[in-house]
Every structure is written in C-alpha cells, then in structure tokens.
C-alpha cells in the first residue's frame, strides 16, 4: 500500500486554518487597496538568473535555497523564493512604468519557495504578501509602506509590534562602511563561524546578520554604519524618521540590521513580535528602499521601496495569542426530514434557501431519524433547525426550531427567508 506523506517543509491547511489565513489575506489586501496600491499576480517559477542577479550570488537565498530545476527544453528554472524579483521583471516586461504616473503602487500575495531547515514559522513552501513602490519620488514612499506594514499588523489583531529600522546609506557611503568592516573583520574572522566567512569574501554586510552568540560577541564592537552615513544619507534618514515620529509610529533603529538581500540602501525595517510568553517567531514582515534592482532587471533607474509579511508567521502567532478568534465553523441552518418521502422536498427547500437567500445551510440525504439528525446539527454549530414532514410538505409550512432559544415556529414557504435573515443569526 503507497503511504504518502506531506513534503517536508510543506503543511495542510483546512478547515478553521483555512478559512482564517483567507480572511488574513483579505484584510490585507483591502488595507493595501486603501492605500492606492492595486494588486499584481506573476508565476510562481521565472529563469533562475532573475533571481541569482537580484537577490545577490552570496546571498543566503541564492548559495542554499533555491528550488531549481531544469525544464523539459533545457531552461533553468527556480520557483520563486521571494516575490519582489518577479513583480519588478512584470514592471519592466510590460513597461507599467511608461504609460503610468510614477510611483507605481502594486500588492501581492502568494507561495514562496526556499529549501531551509524547517521549523515552526519557518517552511519550505510559504506565503507572502507584500507591497511594492516603484519609481519613489519621496521620502514619503518609504513612511507610507513602512506605516502601512506597521497598520496592518496591529489592524490583524497583534497588541503591540516592535518595528525595526536602520539605513544602509546610499551607494558611496555604503561602500565605505563594507571597507571598514571588511578591515575590523580581517583580524576576527578566522575565529567566526563559517557562514561569516563565506559572507566576508561575498558580502560584509551580511556578518552583522549572524546569529551565532559568540560571533555577536565580535560583532557588538564592529564599526558603526551611522559613522559612514554622508550628508545625504543622513537627512534623508532623519526625514523618515522625523515622519514616523509625527505620525505615532514608534520604532527603535537597530544598527546591525542589514536584511538578507543585496539590493537595499537607505531604509531597511524590520517588524517583530514577542508574546507575553517569550513566543517570538523572528521577523514577521521586512522590507526596505532599493535603488538599483529596476535597473539590473532590465528597466530604467528607478528607485522603490518594498515590504512582506510571512502570512504563516502571521497566523500562527495570533492563533496562539487570540485563539478565540479561530473559532470553529459552524453551519448555521441545518434541514431535517421526516422519512424517506420528504428528503427530495428537503432538498429543494434548501435550494431555495441557498439560491433566494444566499443562507448558509445544509442536510443528510440519507433516510436518518430524527434525533440522529438533531445530533448533527448540534455537531455543526447550527442555531435553527427546519423540519420538514408530511404535514409540512402539504402546506408548504415548516417547523422552524431555534436550538439555542429551544423555540419552535411554524414559517411559510415564501416567508421563511426573510424569518431567518430577521433572526439575526450570527455566523
Ligand atoms: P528570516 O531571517 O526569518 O529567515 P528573511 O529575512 O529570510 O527571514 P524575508 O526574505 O525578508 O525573510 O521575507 C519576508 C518575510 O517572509 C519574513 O519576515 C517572514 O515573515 C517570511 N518568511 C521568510 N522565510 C520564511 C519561511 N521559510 N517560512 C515562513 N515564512 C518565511
Ligand atoms: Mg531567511
């Protein structure tokens, strides 16, 4: 007999869990709508170099996660790890930024594939849904997708989210802060991890990211980006933040944090959770200012700002913290017959319901009694039980039995939709 087994890294979702990531992902949608951007759908796979280019060839993504593969004509093919790359090729393949006013204001939301070492939080096939600005013309593009990360989250119910932000400066100032690492690490790296050797020879950048407790402890006195920030790097840090702090927006800045891609500069963040029980899944959303990827991809130099939120990350948490609010689903109108003869006319009186009503409702279409029947809908949440015998297939007059009220009424036929919707019933 075949035993099949969900895919390492891969998870099932039904039920409540299903029912609720949808609800996650449309209120995020309509907060995105609410801030003008509109919502693009790319593939799920593109070319391999697409990503290697825009993620960086020493990045983590690129060197250990990538699901790759060749096609049946010979193209290399990676489903995608991340969803900026592919929204920035669909900008630049259909040439949004020529016949649209700049910035361009796009949300996503889908599946995400990284080989890592699964744990909770942390899957092989994932979702993210996320927000790109393209074409910034403002620090405040960089407030407004920060902001609207941060709204979001505590819109979906989190009480508090720690956000963190740092600047990576411009090009120039950037490229004397890696030569300055680069010098302090040259006297430690031999005694750091190897993931951090590999990042020195790829990118500097990246060692401030590591999380091995003895590097940390190097990493603590390494030189400082603030230091290397220039004029124009500075003010327009100070302007973000000036910003955040008139909207309310609190947020500490954390100067080791660098994020794991190679195309940002200038603001970098970072959103976090930590549950009163010390429950923390890492970042739940992250985003940052690139200047450059437009350009690599193929457009013009078109700087943008973008975020993501880990949609399972999301859900997991404030299953944990609220988890009244992941009630069961219930049916809350269910149908009982009364012997074989009616169950026909059972049937189509909840047509009915469905069709004229739009009444979530549902039956047995096997001969059962009827106390095996109340059962059921008792299993089911139901709050009204419609019962349907001979008497009432004649008149076209049911019994209508409030479950929780222990009630009973006699409703007509072309009365009995606007009884339920009256009820109120809450679903
Ligand atoms: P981490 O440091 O936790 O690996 P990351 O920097 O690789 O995160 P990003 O590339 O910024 O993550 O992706 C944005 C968001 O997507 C993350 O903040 C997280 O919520 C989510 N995410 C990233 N990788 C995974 C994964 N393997 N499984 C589930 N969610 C993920
Ligand atoms: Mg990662």
């Known amino acids: 007999m075949a035993n099949y087994q969900v895919q390492r890294g ?118 993210q849904f996320g927000v790109e600005c393209v074409g910034v013309n403002s620090y405040l593009n960089d407030v407004e997708v920060i902001t609207l990360g941060y709204r979001a989250l505590m819109e979906l119910g989190f009480p508090h989210v720690i956000l963190k932000i740092n600047s990576l400066g411009n090009k120039e100032s950037r490229q004397k802060y890696m030569k300055a690492l680069r010098e302090y690490f040259a006297n430690h790296i031999q005694n750091m991890c190897d993931d951090c050797k590999h990042r ?126 992941f009630s069961k689903l219930t049916v809350p109108v269910y149908l009982a017959h009364i012997g074989e003869e009616a169950i026909d006319h059972t049937y189509l009186l909840m047509q009915h319901l469905r069709n004229d009503g739009m009444i979530e409702c549902d039956m047995t279409f096997e001969n059962k009694n009827l106390s095996a029947q109340i059962k059921i809908a008792n299993r089911k949440g139901a709050k009204l039980l419609i019962i349907v015998g001979e008497d009432e297939m004649k008149k076209y007059a049911y019994q209508v039995k409030n479950l929780e009220e222990k009630t009973q009424e006699v409703v007509e036929y072309d009365k009995l939709i606007d009884y339920i919707n009256n009820l109120e019933i809450e679903y």
């Open 200 to 325: 020195f020879e790829t990118n500097v950048l990246r060692i401030l990211d590591c999380k091995d407790p003895d590097d940390q402890k190097i990493i603590q006195d390494a030189p400082k980006i603030e230091d290397y920030l220039d004029q124009e790097s500075k003010d327009y840090f100070d302007k973000v933040k000036a910003m955040l702090d008139e909207d309310q927006i609190p947020y500490e800045v954390d100067d080791t944090l660098v994020r794991g891609l190679d195309y940002y500069s200038h603001v970098v963040f970072e959103y976090h959770f930590i549950a009163e029980d010390g429950t923390s899944l890492g970042a739940i959303a992250a985003g940052g200012h690139y200047d450059n990827l437009v350009k690599e991809i193929g457009g013009p130099e078109l700087s943008s700002v973008g975020l993501a939120i880990g949609i399972e990350r999301v859900f997991t948490l404030l299953k944990q913290i609220t988890p009244e609010r």
């Open 10 to 127: 891969t998870y099932d979702a039904y039920y409540e869990d299903a029912y609720y990531i949808h609800e996650i992902e449309d209120l995020l949608g309509t907060i995105a709508q609410t801030y003008a951007f509109s919502e693009i759908v790319t593939p799920i796979y593109e070319q391999t170099e697409l990503f290697t280019r825009s993620a960086g060839e020493g990045s983590d993504i690129v060197t250990k996660e990538m699901f790759s593969f060749t096609d049946r004509g010979g193209r290399n093919i990676t489903m995608r790890p991340e969803l900026t790359a592919g929204v920035i090729r669909a900008v630049v393949t259909n040439k949004l930024y020529a016949n649209s006013d700049l910035p361009l204001k796009l949300y996503y939301c889908g599946p995400a594939f990284r080989y890592e070492r699964p744990q909770k939080g942390r899957y092989r096939q994932f979702t």
